[in-house]
């Protein structure tokens, strides 16, 4: 915890701003998806098809500790090793394994309530994101495109317009180009996420907020929730 840092409740760490913050200040509200609006790390999930959860686990938690530097090849290295895992599986991944995480509906709703836009950006699967912000209300959305062949996944992403893999720079990018587009500085953005590859787009938002999160992305967020739900950040915006 640096100097500045100061437990405002307990598990709910600020530093470098003074609360209580105004929710409406803000404009842009931006979320990761896996183990930040969802409890799962998709891609581990859908391995467990084929038997290989550890290995892709391990991989994950490589690239979201910041040990793995290069987030596109790690996550290459991943999809790869789903080859052959059937869409039916991906269904009952999302029916029987995904949930949302303690708060993550509570939060949305306020965002939206006070009239910010909402954007999920994810380095998981469309296959997902597409149906978490159908079901959350969230306006829009950036992950990547699982390659399906003959109902099987091809261990490969599709190239879509801005490139095949949201990783890092791309999230950040995506924030800055959607407060661009509604003509805001991104310092009226807020910016929620747990791992390294969140950093780049939390560096840029007027407020980052670090949820459950690594070490490293705790010590670098204004507002980090360490204990509870999304929902939390509620104690600090009002």
Sequence with gaps: MSASAFEFAPGLVVQ??????????YRLMVFDMDSTLISIECVDEIADAVGKKA????????AMQ???????ESLRQRVALLKGVAVEHLERV????????????????????????????????????????????????RANVLEIEG????????????GDICDGAEKRRTLLEV????????????AVGDGANDL?????AGLS????????????ARVAINSGGLDRLLEVLR
Aim: without cysteine.
């Design 151 to 162: 109902g099987q996944l091809t261990g490969r992403m599709v190239q879509q317009p801005w």
């Design 66 to 72: 910041g040990v793995i530097t290069d987030y596109k």
């Design 94 to 141: 999302f029916t029987e394994r995904l949930r949302f995480t303690p708060g993550a509906q509570e939060l949305v709703a306020a965002a939206r309530a006070a009239g910010l836009t909402t954007l999920l950006v994810s380095g998981g699967f469309t296959f997902f994101s597409d149906r978490v912000k159908a079901q959350l209300g969230i306006d829009l959305a």
């Design 16 to 25: 470098g701003v003074q609360p209580p913050l105004q929710l409406a200040d």
């Design 55 to 62: 290995e892709v686990a391990a991989i994950t938690e490589a």
């Design 179 to 190: 407060a661009s587009l509604m003509g805001i500085d991104p310092r009226k953005a807020i």
């Design 200 to 204: 780049p787009m939390m560096g840029v």
């Design 209 to 220: 907020v670090a949820f459950h999160a690594k070490p490293a992305v705790r010590a670098q």
